[in-house]
């Protein structure tokens, strides 16, 4: 697919109008001074940004360091808690469960699902539901859909999608998602034959690339279209809640421009939030400082920080996501 420099100023321009897309609804401020933002269709208001569940979590070690960290992250206005299965076998679910069930009713809670068939996914919820000390979910999603042949399995006829409708109509799930950093293509073709009520998706300055040289530059042919320019638009025009992830690149573009640049950059787009890792306190508090001074990206610097990023990046990090296994969500 190709897209013009013109049509993708387009884009970014509408990105800079996030609060008041169908995606991103209005923003408002919580008691705690926290931006948020409606979830698409699910009527859900959220906090900007997410506390991450994968592997920076599970680096605090001990479990007492873990859980003081994301209650920490909640008394300072985090609203979405992301966690997943995958993410230690479990580990992380049982975690977030010992604090959910002290504090259910302050956050919406998302985890994810790896096994793609419909009986082995019922059998990963049941036990997400008692790691996670809850009856239901805000919001379950297939988690990291890769190839054509992936979702065929996803949608086949003993699929894991069947599971999902039924746990949605059972009231057992908020809300059904499915999320991808592989192949943006992949994930519209998800998105244009399935009833989802959510998305997540990767969503940084860096994987902007074009792919028409006519009026702007030319990026390498063989660079897979983006997510911004193939799968956001469509999860937009369907109102559905569109979540940021791969925010810093898995820490690719670590050094490269401030971390701020980079929140920044993902909240400027038509999402309602994007989900982080915050390893160290410290960075739990900078985050939420910077989500609560959020003020979006114009134009010019949108362009201004893609055509740098992506240039000089966005080859390298195709190949490492098109292998990459999401144990985290940054």
């Keep these: 697919m190709s897209i013009s420099r013109r049509r993708f100023l387009e884009t970014t321009a509408l990105g800079s109008l996030a609060v008041t897309t169908a995606a991103g609804a209005e923003s408002d401020m919580s008691p705690k001074g926290m931006p948020t933002r409606i979830l698409g269709r699910t009527g859900a208001r959220v906090s900007i940004l997410a506390m991450g569940g994968g592997s920076r979590f599970l680096s605090y070690g001990t ?22 299965y995958a993410y230690g076998n479990g580990l992380s679910e049982t975690r977030v469960g010992k604090i959910m069930a002290t504090r259910r009713s302050e956050v ?36 990291m859909l ?138 739990i508090d900078e985050n939420v400082r910077l989500a609560k001074e959020f003020r979006p990206l114009g134009k010019a610097e949108m362009e201004s920080l893609s055509n740098a990023l992506s240039t000089k990046n966005k080859a390298s990090l195709d190949r490492y996501f098109a292998n990459h296994v999401d144990h985290y969500a940054a």
């Excluded at 479990?63 to 960290?69: G, I, R, V």
């Excluded at 983006?226 to 670590?254: C, H, N, Q, R, Y």
């Design 63 to 84: 479990e007492d360091k873990a859980l003081q960290a994301m209650n920490h992250a909640i008394d300072l206005g985090i609203s979405y808690i992301d966690t997943a």
């Design 146 to 283: 890769t190839t054509p042949e992936d979702l065929a399995a996803i949608e086949s006829k003993d699929g894991v999608l069947k599971t999902f409708y039924k746990l949605r109509d059972q009231k057992v799930a908020r809300a059904i998602g499915i999320t991808c950093h592989t192949d943006p293509a992949v994930l519209k073709q998800a998105l244009e034959h399935n009833d989802f009520d959510c998305t997540q998706m990767a969503l940084n300055a860096a994987l902007v690339g074009m792919m028409s040289g006519s009026g702007g530059m030319v990026i390498n042919p063989e660079m897979k279209p983006s997510f911004e320019t193939i799968a956001l638009p469509l999860a937009v025009k369907k109102k559905m809640g569109v979540i940021a992830m791969k925010v810093f690149a898995a820490d690719g573009l670590a050094g490269q421009v401030p971390s701020e640049k980079l929140i920044r950059y993902s909240l400027s787009l038509p999402v309602s939030l994007c989900v982080v890792g915050m390893p160290k306190m410290e960075m």
């Design 108 to 143: 919406f809670l998302a985890t994810k699902i790896p096994d793609r068939t419909a009986d082995g996914a019922m059998r990963i919820v049941e036990g997400s539901l008692k790691r996670l000390q809850t009856d239901h979910l805000d919001l379950v999603h297939i988690h």
